[in-house]
């Protein structure tokens, strides 16, 4: 499923294509944690579902810390 977030950290839309269904987005936005519902994607894949953050914004982010 292609999932649209807008980042937390730039502003910009972002896609990513993630083996999600719709029920498991309801779930989540219902409440249940983001690792139980998708404890099969990584923390970054997670991490995008919540925030919007790409792995390369993250790494732009914090690389000087």
């Known amino acids: 499923m292609i999932i649209r ?28 944690l983001v690792q139980s519902v998708f404890s099969f994607l990584s923390p970054a894949e997670r991490e995008f579902i919540m925030t919007g953050v790409t792995d390369e914004e993250w790494n732009q982010a914090f690389s000087g810390l």
């Open 5 to 32: 977030r807008r980042s937390m950290f730039s502003g910009h839309e972002n896609t990513m294509d993630l083996p999600v269904t719709q029920e498991q987005l309801d779930r989540w936005a219902d409440g249940e």
